[in-house]
Every structure is written in structure tokens, then in C-alpha cells.
């Protein structure tokens, strides 16, 4: 069959348009995600650094997108929640870090080309006292140091960032236009076509007199009793970890002046069940008695103020109790119980906890315990505790987890098993301790322990 030279260059032209649409079909498949807005809002008001972020992406290739790489700057972060653009959880997992570097992984429930989503991080020592010493009449000065932004894998379109300030006295801030200054207030864009991984310091130098305290340690006791009662210890170790000090501390200029000691901690507020009573609360001097209790709505505020105002440096350590009725926590069914409790509680405003343990003593004859927290957490070794009228000794649940901040909390669930026969164990002991005392003591009245023998009459 014969083919002329023109029909030959047409096939073979077709061969190569059919392969570069091929190839620009393939390249648009393989499109990548871009972040086409980016809004931050940086609270920056007391000791945490609490972050909000909306970001709206996209697929190049109009692909819909099921899994979003979300990286993090901050070296301390303690919290991270994602909700969608109509406020539902997104579920997320932490990735192993790759060279120090933090990233989590977003699934949405819903895959689509265009997503919107809020993530919220709290970090909880992203701010650092500068100069780091300062005298009692002193206002003190911090640094915030951060990535001016968003750090993230995939190119970003337009990004803006507000940062909301604890004062209006700046001494400095980066000055990358556009920018704006506005009282307490600095808003930082928008800057256009940031590429992936982007890296420029965001240095905010500023005063902020809100006490930076923070519980170095934290050993929360549930004292579980089927008869009715739960009992609630707490032993706190807190320092002030704003700018220490400088010189001796004078009580006459720290009462006669206003602005003295303004970073100082002189009280704060706890807040304790509804139900709670029995409050007790004694450092190693003692009761402190130096305290209020209002009753709230919804929970007992109890203000407590240290025996001294804690300034930057200082630490002191006390023990808050009290009891609360176990019906508004414990649920059964038959032999089967489940207890459901915070695992921390607010102790002030804006907390930030180094390491909690938390240690639940169950009922002597307790079997089958399984643990359920909200977030990850360190399992302790089970052990036993002794107390009255114990014999084999009470199983202790024991668990820890480090860098807490207050959107920690949250219920825990601890389900196990308990005979309803065994609560008879406590009052047969007693019963049977009260009969021996008077068996014995009607033994010993009965017997005759004079060294003399009685004369016989005759």
C-alpha cells in the first residue's frame, strides 16, 4: 500500500500532539497542594503563646485533598487542635521529627479540592524574660522570637499575621512592610508568593507584667471509696519563671507603692468542683488560711493567696484537698464500674504544668482495670497501697505526662471490676476486731491474778 510523504507527516504529527497531551495531562494530575490564604493570629497577652491559624488550600491539579503535612516551629509546644470550616474535630497524628523538626498529618473526613481548616497551638515557653533580672519596682520586659511565616512544606499565596500584645509599650518589633502598629496591636501583612519552608524571624520585644509561673511538679491523688466518697489530693511545686529578682526585697515599698512587684504572683484563682467540700489547703508551715471560696454556677472559685508574693525566681509548694460525692463520677452496672474524672483541673489562669502524675487508688479487691485518656500519656507500673483495715493492699493506677497547659483538660476513663460482697470485708473487720477486744476483756475480768492464796475457815 503505498502512503504519500503528506499523509506520513500527518501521523506523525499526530503521534506527537497525542504525546504532549499525554504529558501535560500527566502534569496536571500530579499537582501539588498550595496554601491560597493564610490568616495567624498570635496571642502573645501572658506566659503562653497561643496560636491561631486559618488556612484556606488547594489542589493545582483540582485533586481532592484527603491529607495535609502541618509543620511547627515552636520548640515548646504542649497543645494542638484542627476543626474544619464548619467547627468539627479533624483527626491528626503526630509524625516521627525529621532533623528536630515537628509535623503533624491531617485526614479530613471529607476529601475535597478546596479546604479550610483552623489550627490552634499553644506553646508553653516561647517567651523568655529579657533582661532576665529585674529590681521590685521594675517593669518587666519580654522577648518573643517565632518565624514572621507560616512554616509549611507547600508555597503559600497570601499570608497576613495579627499579633495581640499585653501592652502598647513596643521597644521593638521585626518591620517587614507592610506593617502596622495600632496600641497593643501589630499586624504583619500581607506578603504575597511565600515559597514552601520559608524562614524570616519574627522578634517582638515588649512589656508584659502577667506573672510567668508554672508548676514545676504536680501529684494529683483520687481516693476512690464505694462507700460514697472520693477524695481529691493535690501537692503543688510552682516557681516564677519571669525575670528574676534583682536585689533584696523590701515589704514596706512592696505595700506602700501600687506598682511594685507588678510581675509578682501575690494570688491567683482555683477552680474546684461544684460538689467539692472538706477544702483544706496547707503549705509545709501549715493551714494557710489566707483564702476565699465563692460558689459559682458551675464550680467553687477559691482564691488562694501565698503566705509571700512570688517574684521571679521564687517557688513555694502546698497541698490542696477536699472531698466530692462519688455518684456524680462512678457508674456501674452489676459488678462492672467505670470512674470519669478530670485528669487535671485549673489551678490559674493561663497554667503551665512541667509534669503531672496522677495516681487513682481503687477499692482493695479490684480487678480487671483498663485506663482510657484523652491524649497520649505515660503508663506507670500498677502498684499496691496499704491503708486501715487493708489486707492483700489497694491497687494504685499511676500515669504521667509532661508540658500540660489549661486546654488539657479533659475526663479520663478508668473502667474495672468490684464484688459488692467485698465491701463487707471493712465492717466484718471491725465487727470482728470489737469482739475480740470484748471476749478478751471478759476473759481477763474473769481471772484472778492476786499472788495471795485465802484463808480456809475451820
Known amino acids: 500500500m503505498y502512503v504519500s510523504k503528506f499523509e506520513a507527516s500527518m501521523a506523525t504529527n499526530f503521534v506527537i500532539y497525542l504525546a504532549l497531551g499525554a504529558l501535560l495531562c500527566l502534569a496536571t494530575a500530579n499537582g501539588e497542594i498550595v496554601n491560597t490564604n493564610v490568616e495567624r493570629t498570635l496571642d502573645l497577652t501572658s506566659q503562653l503563646v497561643k496560636t491561631t491559624t486559618k488556612i484556606s488550600a488547594e489542589d493545582s491539579a483540582g485533586k481532592p485533598i484527603v491529607e495535609y503535612v502541618f509543620f511547627t516551629s515552636e520548640p515548646s509546644l504542649a497543645y494542638i487542635d484542627v476543626k474544619d470550616a464548619s467547627d468539627k474535630s479533624v483527626p491528626f497524628k503526630r509524625n516521627e521529627p525529621v532533623k528536630g523538626e515537628q509535623s503533624f498529618t491531617f485526614t479530613f473526613p471529607r476529601a475535597a479540592a478546596k479546604q479550610t481548616f483552623i489550627v490552634e497551638t499553644v506553646a508553653s515557653k516561647g517567651i523568655r524574660p529579657h533582661?532576665?533580672?529585674?529590681?521590685?519596682?521594675?517593669?518587666?520586659?519580654?522577648?518573643?522570637?517565632?518565624?514572621?511565616?507560616?512554616?509549611?512544606?507547600?508555597?503559600?499565596?497570601?499570608?497576613?499575621?495579627?499579633?495581640?500584645?499585653?501592652?502598647?509599650?513596643?521597644?521593638?518589633?521585626?518591620q517587614v512592610k507592610p506593617f502596622s502598629v495600632s496600641s497593643n496591636k501589630i499586624t504583619l501583612g500581607p506578603y504575597e508568593n511565600v515559597e514552601a519552608f520559608s524562614q524570616e524571624p519574627l522578634v517582638i520585644h515588649y512589656e508584659n507584667s502577667a506573672p510567668f509561673v508554672t508548676v514545676n511538679t504536680l501529684e494529683r491523688t483520687l481516693e476512690i471509696s464505694h462507700w460514697g466518697n472520693i477524695a481529691v489530693q493535690e501537692s503543688i511545686q510552682m516557681t516564677h519563671t519571669g525575670a528574676k529578682l534583682k536585689g533584696s526585697f523590701s515589704r514596706y515599698d512592696f505595700q506602700k507603692e501600687g506598682r511594685s512587684g507588678l510581675a509578682a504572683l501575690k494570688s491567683y484563682k482555683?477552680?474546684?468542683?461544684?460538689?467539692?467540700?472538706?477544702?483544706?489547703?496547707?503549705?509545709?508551715?501549715?493551714?494557710?488560711?489566707?483564702?476565699?471560696?465563692?460558689?459559682?454556677?458551675?464550680?467553687?472559685?477559691?482564691?488562694l493567696r501565698p503566705r509571700f508574693p512570688l517574684f521571679g525566681g521564687w517557688k513555694t509548694q502546698y497541698t490542696l484537698g477536699y472531698n466530692v460525692p462519688s455518684y456524680e463520677y462512678m457508674f456501674n452496672d452489676g459488678n462492672k464500674y467505670q470512674l470519669k474524672m478530670h485528669l487535671i483541673d485549673h489551678i490559674y489562669d493561663n497554667m503551665a504544668i512541667d509534669e503531672a502524675t496522677i495516681k487513682i487508688i481503687l477499692p482493695e479487691g479490684s480487678s480487671d482495670i483498663r485506663l482510657s485518656t484523652p491524649y497520649s500519656i505515660s503508663r506507670l507500673p500498677n502498684e499496691l497501697v496499704h491503708t486501715y483495715l487493708?489486707?492483700?493492699?489497694?491497687?494504685?493506677?499511676?500515669?504521667?505526662?509532661?508540658?500540660?497547659?489549661?486546654?488539657?483538660?479533659?475526663?479520663?476513663?478508668?473502667?474495672?471490676?468490684?464484688?459488692?460482697t467485698s465491701m463487707l470485708q471493712e465492717p466484718l473487720l471491725v465487727s470482728g476486731f470489737i469482739y475480740i477486744i470484748f471476749l478478751f476483756t471478759i476473759v481477763f475480768l474473769r481471772l484472778d491474778f492476786s499472788i495471795t492464796s485465802h484463808a480456809h475457815k475451820e
Do not use: C
Open 390 to 420: 487493708d489486707t492483700i493492699g489497694r491497687p494504685v493506677v499511676s500515669f504521667s505526662k509532661s508540658n500540660l497547659v489549661e486546654s488539657h483538660i479533659s475526663d479520663f476513663t478508668l473502667h474495672y471490676s468490684f464484688s459488692k
Open 270 to 303: 482555683t477552680y474546684l468542683p461544684a460538689s467539692a467540700s472538706g477544702v483544706y489547703y496547707r503549705d509545709t508551715n501549715g493551714n494557710i488560711s489566707t483564702s476565699n471560696m465563692n460558689a459559682v454556677r458551675d464550680f467553687i472559685e477559691l482564691e
Open 131 to 174: 533582661p532576665e533580672e529585674i529590681r521590685q519596682n521594675d517593669k518587666q520586659f519580654v522577648k518573643y522570637t517565632g518565624n514572621l511565616h507560616l512554616y509549611s512544606k507547600y508555597r503559600t499565596n497570601s499570608q497576613k499575621t495579627n499579633v495581640k500584645l499585653s501592652s502598647s509599650n513596643i521597644l521593638s518589633h521585626t
